[in-house]
C-alpha cells in the first residue's frame, strides 16, 4: 500500500461521510467502544473548565467527554458529520463547529485537547503547524490527549510517527509524556503530571 504525501483534504472526509454517515463504525465498534473508555481514564483530572476535541465525527466520543467538561468545543472538517453530531441530541455545554486543519484553527483558550485518530491525516509540515496552533491554545495546566490506530494505512504518516512528531514539536513546552497503551492503538497524555 502506498501512503499520501500531502495532507488528506476536508472533501476526503465529506465524501466518506456522505456514502456512510459511520464510515469507521464509531456507534457499534467493540474496538471505538473500548478506546472511548480508555481516553476517559487517561484523563489526568475530572473536570475541565474547557475542551477541544479535533475531528469528532459523528460525536460518539464529544458525548462522553462532555461531563466532564464545562465547554466543550467539538470540530470537524465534514459538515454532513456535523450535522449528523449536532441531530444526535448536543449537551447544552458543547459547540460543534466545522473546521479544517491547520487553517482554521479555533480561537481560544483550552485546558483540554484531545486529538483522537486525527494526527496521521496530516502530512509532517501541517502536523508541525497543528502542533504549534495546540501548543498555543493550550493553557498553562493543560493537557494533550493523543489516540492513533498502529496498523498500516494509505495516510501522509503512520500512527507512531503521527504521535513521535506531535511530541517532538510540543515537548519544549510541555515535556512530561505518558504512554497509558500502546497495542492496537497509541493512547498518550501530554503535559499532566
Not at 51 to 58: D, T
Not at 67 to 75: E, H, M, N
Not at 100 to 124: C, H, W
Amino acid at each position: 500500500m502506498s501512503r499520501r504525501t500531502e495532507t488528506i483534504a476536508a472533501d476526503y472526509f465529506e465524501q466518506k461521510y456522505r456514502a456512510d454517515i459511520d464510515p469507521w463504525r464509531f456507534r457499534s465498534s467493540d474496538y471505538e467502544r473500548e478506546k472511548y473508555q480508555s481516553t476517559l481514564a487517561a484523563l489526568g483530572r475530572p473536570r475541565f473548565g474547557s475542551g477541544l476535541e479535533v475531528g469528532c465525527s459523528i460525536g460518539v466520543l464529544t458525548a462522553q467527554l462532555a461531563p466532564r467538561c464545562d465547554k466543550l468545543l467539538a470540530i470537524d472538517a465534514s459538515q454532513t458529520a456535523i450535522d449528523a453530531a449536532r441531530a444526535g441530541g448536543v449537551p447544552a455545554n458543547v459547540t460543534f463547529d466545522v473546521a479544517t486543519l491547520p487553517q482554521q484553527f479555533p480561537a481560544g483558550r483550552f485546558d483540554l485537547i484531545v486529538l483522537s485518530e486525527v494526527l496521521y491525516y496530516f502530512a509532517a509540515p501541517d502536523l508541525a503547524g497543528v502542533a504549534q496552533q495546540c501548543i498555543d491554545a493550550l493553557r498553562p495546566d493543560g493537557e494533550i490527549i493523543l489516540c492513533h490506530w498502529l496498523g498500516e494505512t494509505d495516510y501522509p504518516l503512520t500512527g507512531l510517527e503521527a504521535s513521535d512528531q506531535f511530541f517532538q514539536a510540543v515537548a519544549a513546552r510541555l515535556p512530561v509524556r505518558a504512554i497509558v497503551k500502546d497495542e492496537v492503538y497509541r493512547l498518550e497524555r501530554l503535559g499532566a503530571s
